[in-house]
């Protein structure tokens, strides 16, 4: 299976300013404020939020991007600026106080990442790594099984964190990265970089691929790189 299998979207974050791009799908993020800076990313540029001037970038709610109970992956990029207040902040989410279908997150409050789900507001803490360093980057998978309605969170390639018993949901909050759908003070504040949104679980081996030792991948290594026949689980392609 090659690693593009089943995304939906990705964006690079790579513009100059103004809104961000899908490079896989049609889901193009607005920039609410029109004043998200850029900086150098983990695979050439990212976008760089500030809290104090509430940026954050969002996509109306639609089919493509709602997933309910079916396996999705959520990957990003996130290098923290500061830890302290917002208690929360959102990296990625479609979420609202009325609708937690799903939210990537720093919580400050055990100072971890940590992935959200399903009815009841269920979270899983990225204990594994532990509290993360202001100005360093950590790629983030999380991701939903269906079969066994388990999310998890993975760090730099680390330990696979879990919790079950999770309740999937659907419903019409919007996409957002930086912020979420419903009010409060929850803004990202920090770089953000390559999110990319799947309908299936990512394997093992390809979160390993995606890390790459660090280094990240960019959009065109996820599309060109195809499985090796000789050896199952890794993949060939370029950078």
């Not at 990029?77 to 997150?105: D, H, M, Q």
């Not at 594994?128 to 998978?141: E, N």
């Not at 909050?173 to 759908?181: A, K, L, T, V």
């Not at 599309?223 to 199952?232: E, F, G, I, K, Q």
């Amino acid at each position: 299976m090659a690693i593009a299998t089943s995304l939906i979207s990705y964006w690079s974050l790579d513009e100059a300013s103004g809104n961000a791009l899908d490079a896989h799908g049609s889901n193009v993020l607005t920039d609410f404020t029109g004043a998200i800076g850029t900086a150098a990313g983990k695979v050439s540029g990212a976008r760089d939020f500030e809290a104090s001037s509430s940026q954050f970038f969002y996509c109306f709610s639609n089919a493509s991007l709602i997933c309910g109970d079916i396996d999705y992956t959520i990957t990003c990029w996130v290098n923290l600026e500061s830890k302290g207040s917002p208690t929360t902040r959102l990296l990625v989410c479609k979420y609202s106080a009325a609708n937690f279908e799903y939210a990537v997150i720093y919580d400050s409050g055990t100072d971890r990442f940590a992935f959200y789900a399903g009815s009841g507001s269920t979270k899983v803490d990225a204990n594994t790594l532990g509290s993360p360093s202001i100005a360093t980057w950590y790629f983030i998978v999380s991701r939903y099984v269906a079969s066994t309605n388990t999310i998890s969170i993975q760090v730099n390639d680390g330990a696979v964190d879990s919790q079950g018993s999770i309740t999937a949901v659907t419903g019409a909050s919007n996409f957002m990265i930086g912020y979420r759908d419903d009010g409060g003070t929850s803004y990202m504040d920090g770089l953000i970089d390559e999110v990319g949104f799947w309908k299936r679980e990512l394997t093992s081996g390809e979160s390993t691929e995606l890390y790459n030792a660090g280094s990240g991948r960019s959009y065109a290594y996820i599309t060109a790189v195809t499985p090796d026949p000789l050896s199952p689980g890794v993949c060939v392609g370029f950078a």
